[in-house]
């Protein structure tokens, strides 16, 4: 990384907490260099004390991932363990990044493997990046589909994740009541934890 360019960023990124802005740098770097060149700047971003410069690093590989598999590891193995909120929803960002590219039906084991992880980061990520789900080519299409890959996660062990399942699930509601009504029907509410989802997901379609 040329320390010209990092005193840059530093001297302009760090200065505000400006999600877009952060993005445009990253996009600027992604497309003035290769795919090696944002690899190595990536992980050196990431180092960075700065979490507005650690961002630029985490989008590097979301722009990435469909032509380096270590960057989508990079993602999913060492970024998900940040414990800054700002960085884990840059994640969710970056996830998203990565299936557009790649086409979000063709990404569906990526995305399942993400909601079947045993890091709840990493969960929550593929499910807060594609928000709205059916707002997505492909799931605008296909809704059930998001629905389902939604619906099996409702008696997660994270309550963070329940309460993001419930939320998407409310989201896809908007446009596809009946569809989420189905679903919801056929749930056993016995337990806390599917309640829970059940009141979040069902809130417009019971009202």
Request: proline share 2%; hydrophobic share 40%; net charge neutral.
């Amino acid at each position: 990384m040329d320390e010209k360019y990092m005193q840059y960023l530093i001297d302009t990124v760090t200065e505000k907490d400006n999600l877009k802005f952060v993005k445009e740098k990253s996009f600027d770097f992604y497309k003035t260099h290769t795919i090696d060149e944002c690899f190595d700047a990536a992980v050196e971003l990431y180092q960075s004390k700065y979490f507005q410069i650690q961002e630029i690093g985490v989008f590097l590989c979301g722009y990435i991932g469909t032509q380096r598999d270590d960057a989508t590891a990079f993602l999913k193995n060492v970024v998900s363990q940040h414990d800054s909120w700002k960085v884990q929803e840059v994640l969710a960002m970056a996830f998203d990044i990565y299936c557009k590219s790649k086409g979000y039906e063709k990404a569906l084991p990526e995305i399942q493997e993400w909601l079947n992880s045993d890091c709840a980061n990493v969960r929550r990520a593929a499910l807060e990046g594609l928000r709205i789900w059916t707002s997505r080519p492909y799931f605008k299409d296909f809704p059930e589909v998001a629905i389902k890959l939604l619906a099996v996660h409702r008696n997660d062990k994270s309550e963070y994740f329940r309460k993001s399942v419930g939320n998407a699930l409310r989201d896809i509601s908007k446009k596809f009541p009946d569809l989420i009504k189905k679903e919801l029907d056929t749930w056993d509410t016995s337990s806390k934890q599917v309640m829970q989802v059940f009141k979040l997901a069902g809130k417009f379609v019971y009202e």
